[in-house]
């Protein structure tokens, strides 16, 4: 790619593959790189996961409640099961770190809905934070 072309360019989408990264960190610093949604939440669920199994393994107290919670912790609402909504709406009155963890993921996926630009700012100005129980709608 010449210099006149790189500088036409604005705005780049890619996935968080570390080649591509650094290519456009070498190659196009002052564009934008848009992340696909797909990676952004993979990587959520993965520090979901590696939260759950470290609960799991410190907190012999809520083993019981964690022993069967990946799935339903990493599906999105609208996809679980009956019996497995009725598990995440018991399993968000626990005192874990996971619950906090999962409130931003669902939080974040926030994100994704918003059809204007001002929205988006504010998320990205004030950050992503939990809800509490009362604000979830279950």
Known sequence: MGKERNLSIKYICTDMWQPY?????????????ILD?????KKFNEAID????EEYRLNYQSQKYLKHSRWFLLKREENLTS????????????????????????????FWDYKYKKSAEKLKKNGVHGQTEQNLVL
């Open 21 to 33: 990264l650094k290519v456009i960190k070498k190659k196009a610093p002052r564009d934008l790189n």
């Open 37 to 41: 949604r797909f990676h952004i939440m």
């Open 50 to 53: 590696t939260i759950r199994r």
């Open 83 to 110: 019996k497995q909504f009725l598990k995440l709406k018991d399993f968000l009155k626990r005192d874990l770190k996971l619950i906090k963890a999962y409130l931003l993921k669902k939080d974040f996926l926030r």
